[in-house]
């Protein structure tokens, strides 16, 4: 099995990161898309984890489709929907061969995207490409080679656990490896990609590259996330793909 298939659904048994309320962080990449777009519209939320985004753009006025893996991920967006009293469509599946349907204006991928070797995220583009109504937008987080490579090996310790930060130099993969007490390892490593290397690897999808957003960095010595710095400071950032 792919470790994609566990990893998720241990991280949050572990950590309850994808169990947790909507943050002004979402509400505000949300009025972002939004801006960008210049109004709400049918968006789908790849890999939508707990749906804290996916039920922020919904209040924001789009029409929400959250694809995730984890029937748990389903779950608890339908569950926070239901707090804010806004309507989201959820879907459990696979992005890498679920029908989502479409036409969508906006397709987001937040904190998800590397997750297969170079063949199957340029298929998953081409799929992305295929969702999109012809004048829509793709908002897809991409993570930095540099600022995982400078971490590497940073490690964090709770009490059920430690988290440490790993580079795979040759295949340009972050790393990232949970050890929780008395129980068996899970990493999650994610395919990096430069704005010019992600070009490369655009070609051919009917996707292209039209604007980098600088994403934040987390400083692990300070424990401080900056969320204004500049993209060769970068942890990651967002690729806003347009058709070709
Ligand atoms: C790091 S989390 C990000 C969640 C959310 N986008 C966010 O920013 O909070 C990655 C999510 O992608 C989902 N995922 C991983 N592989 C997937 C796949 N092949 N198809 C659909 N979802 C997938 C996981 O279940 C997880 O919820």
Redesign the pocket.
């Known amino acids: 099995m792919h470790w ?1 298939h566990s990893f ?1 659904e241990r991280q949050d048994a572990l950590t309850g990161c ?1 169990r947790t309320p909507i943050h002004p962080f979402h509400t505000a990449l949300a009025a972002r898309v939004t801006a960008h777009r210049g109004q709400p519209g049918t968006l789908l939320d ?4 707990g749906g ?2 996916a039920v922020a753009a919904a209040l924001a006025g789009h029409r929400v489709t959250a ?4 029937q748990g ?1 389903g779950e608890h967006t339908l569950e926070l929907a239901a707090q804010h009293s806004t309507p989201v469509h959820t879907l459990t ?4 061969v679920a029908d989502p349907g479409g036409p969508f204006d906006a397709v987001c991928c ?3 995207f590397g ?1 297969g070797e170079d063949d199957e995220q340029r298929h998953l583009i081409s799929r992305v490409a295929g969702w999109l109504a012809v004048d829509g937008t793709a908002y897809v987080d991409v993570f930095t080679p540099w600022y995982w490579a400078h971490h590497a090996g940073f490690t964090r310790r709770t009490e059920r656990y430690s988290q440490t930060y790993g580079f795979n130099a040759d295949g340009c993969r972050m790393l990232d490896t949970y050890a929780p007490r008395g129980e068996a390892a899970l990493t999650q490593s994610l395919r990096c990609y430069s704005p010019a290397d992600l070009r490369l690897l655009l070609a051919g999808t009917g996707l292209m590259l039209a604007e980098v957003w600088p994403g934040g960095a987390y400083d692990p010595r300070a424990g401080v996330f900056h969320a204004e710095v500049s993209l060769g400071e970068s942890m990651m950032y967002t690729a806003v793909l347009r058709p070709a």
């Open positions: 994609s998720y994808y790849l890999g939508a984890g804290q985004f694809l995730d893996l984890r991920a599946g696979d992005f890498y937040w904190d998800g997750i």
